[in-house]
């Protein structure tokens, strides 16, 4: 399989129409030659490399001089990295000083070797947070947080916020994770790019393939999950639902998971699993995006059950293939659907399976909900209506700091 083919914005024209392309590029041209970089702690792996990959390119493809780097960390501080980011997203953490000191001290390794004289540096979810401490800006930072905030540890967003607020301007996902902070927030969701191999179209005979390379059966309706193995992602109760459903309805389950570099409990909630599969179960931990691909069309239904979820792009990504999604009444999840209208929300695993049977029984409404999830996505989440957004938010720094000298 080759690479994602380099795509342009006027690429989207086809899908959205040449009046959004043109208004794009016009909002564009004055930010020509800046030089921007994001940074990030994983090259793959979850939603932010995911965006990173093809939006740093798309970035590039309207003159905007975008790079991407990623902060190198021990087993120790991607460690405490995601118990800080569990913590962000509700659980308890000890915030000792030893986890300080390694967390900090990597920065600090990390802001030696990198050399950040841009006009605007973007800084992804907390890993690299405390970057700021070590560079005297030319331009805006942005602190971009892909985490749901809905509920964060209060001991360790106070810790935080002493670098957050050093920051020009953070950006969440959704308006209800706006904290009480001195820094500007602006709202607006990551995005998905329809051309990748992800996301683009295949034909059934390409379906067939990746799903025989995997022995994963057709001969029933497929349930699938995509997720990280996190707990977060609820995969236990997927497969609690699902002993529901198949006793009612013939299907087979799918939970295909990956894990990322920068998370090291994916490991033991994959293996933790393990002993429930059978041969209508089953339980991959691969990194393949066309498997992703073909499983998220091939789908009868895709669940996303999470408890929290920052916005979800496996949801974008099956809404876009015109697949239903029963999704976690949470976070982005509960942005990206209207129950009932593009998708199903769901706060149990009673009513998990409860919807997922409904579906499996009437594949008229498979298809209404699988139009209208596609149009939502159409209308709102793919990368070009991102790259309006952030060329806004850049565009609105010219008056207070001198992009281009
Ligand atoms: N993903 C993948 N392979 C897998 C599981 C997930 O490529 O086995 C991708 C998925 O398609 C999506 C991203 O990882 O693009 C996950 O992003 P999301 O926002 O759903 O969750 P996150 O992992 O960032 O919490």
């Known amino acids: 399989m080759s690479g994602n083919d380099i795509v342009s914005v006027e690429d989207y024209e086809k899908i959205v ?3 959004t392309v043109e208004r794009v590029l016009n909002k564009a041209e004055p930010l020509r030659d800046l030089h921007v970089t994001h940074i990030n702690s994983t090259y793959y792996g979850g939603g932010v490399a995911e965006v990173l990959s093809s939006f740093v390119l798309m970035m590039n493809s309207v003159g905007i001089k975008t790079g991407w780097r990623v902060l190198q960390g021990s087993p120790d501080y991607f460690g405490i990295t995601k118990k800080i980011h569990n913590a962000l997203q509700g659980s308890d953490i000890n915030l000792s000083d030893r986890k300080k000191k390694i967390y900090e001290d990597t920065i600090l390794e990390n802001a030696i ?6 006009d605007i540096v973007i800084i992804h979810d907390p890993q690299p947070l405390p970057m700021i401490n070590h560079y005297r800006k030319r331009g805006p930072w942005i602190w971009r947080c892909h985490i749901d905030l809905t509920n964060p540890n209060r001991e360790l967003w106070n810790y935080l916020t002493r670098f957050i607020e050093k920051y020009d301007a953070v950006i969440l ?3 209800e994770y706006k904290r009480e902070l001195e820094t500007p927030q602006r709202f607006f969701p990551p995005a998905i790019n329809p051309f990748s191999i992800k996301n683009k179209e295949l ?13 994963i059966p057709t001969d029933l309706p497929l349930v699938v999950q995509i997720s990280r193995f996190d707990k977060w992602k609820d995969p236990e109760g997927v497969i609690e639902a699902f002993n529901i459903i198949r006793k009612e309805v013939d299907c087979t389950l799918v939970l295909l998971g990956n894990v ?3 998370d090291p409990e994916g490991e033991k909630v994959y293996k933790s699993l393990l002993d429930k599969r059978d041969e209508r179960l089953i339980i991959l931990s691969r990194q393949d995006t066309a498997l992703v691909n073909a499983l998220q069309r091939k789908a009868a239904v895709v669940i996303q059950k999470s408890k929290r979820e920052g916005f979800g792009l496996t949801v974008t990504e099956a809404m876009w293939k015109g697949s239903p999604v029963v999704g976690g009444n949470v976070g982005g999840i509960k942005y990206q659907i209207k129950d009932g209208e593009n998708g199903f929300l769901v706060n149990s695993v009673e ?12 594949k008229q ?3 209404n909900i699988g139009e209208n999830a596609k149009e939502t996505v159409k209308q709102k989440f793919l990368l070009i209506h991102l790259l309006e957004r952030y060329l806004e938010m850049i565009g609105s720094f010219e008056s207070s700091f001198s992009l281009k000298n």
């Open 173 to 175: 996902s959704l308006e």
């Open 260 to 262: 990322a570099t920068d």
């Open 365 to 367: 409404l498979c298809r």
């Open 203 to 215: 034909s059934e005979h390409e379906i067939k393939e990746r799903l025989e390379h995997y022995n």
């Open 17 to 19: 129409g040449y009046e």
């Open 351 to 362: 009513e998990t399976a409860e919807r997922v049977v409904q579906l499996l029984k009437d």
């Open 113 to 118: 070797r990198n050399h950040l004289d841009h």
